[in-house]
């Protein structure tokens, strides 16, 4: 832990901006009352501490509760930057937003002395090697698409880029493939009911 004043009311206060923080995909897309930061960590969150037990094989589900919660928390520092449109990914963007947001998690848990402990978690997940951060991503990312159709299905939107991009980029693991394929037997009678 280090020296500096531990501040956790501006922690807090900070990691609070979140909540406030809309999803700029869904502002990209016109979307009526689009979910915050938080929201999408939340579900995140909930995904990570469920479907880890159910893969199959032994993952650490603390370390995924703890990518989820804080994956997009940099983002009250540098906002959020869109780095995908469909199955494409600006890899180059997305590194540069990831430095960028690194170092909003460093300043941000240096507020309480974890800066250190949390900006390695943080690498670990940008850096995709490990079966935690692989898992993530997808974890992560179904949960945009999920989100997705839950604008389609209230708001009559039309969001097939999400879903491209998830089934292209983040179906490597059965069980989350399986959970995306009913989704989209979902999204269909949706689709063929209107």
């Given at each position: 832990m280090s020296s500096k004043k531990i501040n956790f009311i501006d922690f807090f206060l900070t990691v609070g901006?979140?909540?406030?923080?809309?999803?700029?995909?869904?502002v990209?897309?016109?979307?009526?009352?689009?979910?915050?930061?938080?929201?999408?960590?939340?579900r995140v969150a909930m995904l990570a501490m469920v479907l880890s037990d159910k893969l199959g094989y032994k993952?650490?589900?603390?370390?995924?509760?703890?990518?989820?919660?804080?994956?997009?928390?940099?983002?009250?520092?540098?906002?959020?930057i869109i780095i995908e449109r469909r199955e494409l990914v600006d890899i180059k963007k997305r590194d540069e937003k990831e430095r960028s947001e690194r170092v909003g998690i460093r300043q941000i848990f240096d507020k309480i002395g974890e800066g250190e402990s949390y900006a390695a978690i943080f690498d670990e997940m940008i850096n995709r090697n490990t079966l935690?951060?692989?898992?993530?991503?997808?974890?992560d990312k179904l949960e945009m698409v999920i989100q997705a159709f839950e604008y389609e299905k209230e708001q009559g939107k039309d969001l097939e880029e999400f879903f491209i991009g998830f089934e292209?980029?983040?179906t490597q693991d059965p069980f989350v493939r399986n959970i995306f394929n009913d989704l989209k037997k979902r999204r269909k009678k949706i689709h063929e009911s209107r």
């Amino acid at each position: 832990m280090s020296s500096k004043k531990i501040n956790f009311i501006d922690f807090f206060l900070t990691v609070g901006l979140s909540k406030r923080l809309l999803r700029a995909g869904w502002v990209r897309e016109h979307i009526q009352d689009p979910e915050s930061v938080a929201e999408h960590s939340f579900r995140v969150a909930m995904l990570a501490m469920v479907l880890s037990d159910k893969l199959g094989y032994k993952v650490d589900k603390e370390k995924l509760i703890k990518m989820a919660l804080l994956h997009d928390l940099g983002e009250v520092i540098t906002g959020d930057i869109i780095i995908e449109r469909r199955e494409l990914v600006d890899i180059k963007k997305r590194d540069e937003k990831e430095r960028s947001e690194r170092v909003g998690i460093r300043q941000i848990f240096d507020k309480i002395g974890e800066g250190e402990s949390y900006a390695a978690i943080f690498d670990e997940m940008i850096n995709r090697n490990t079966l935690e951060a692989k898992i993530f991503w997808q974890f992560d990312k179904l949960e945009m698409v999920i989100q997705a159709f839950e604008y389609e299905k209230e708001q009559g939107k039309d969001l097939e880029e999400f879903f491209i991009g998830f089934e292209k980029n983040y179906t490597q693991d059965p069980f989350v493939r399986n959970i995306f394929n009913d989704l989209k037997k979902r999204r269909k009678k949706i689709h063929e009911s209107r």
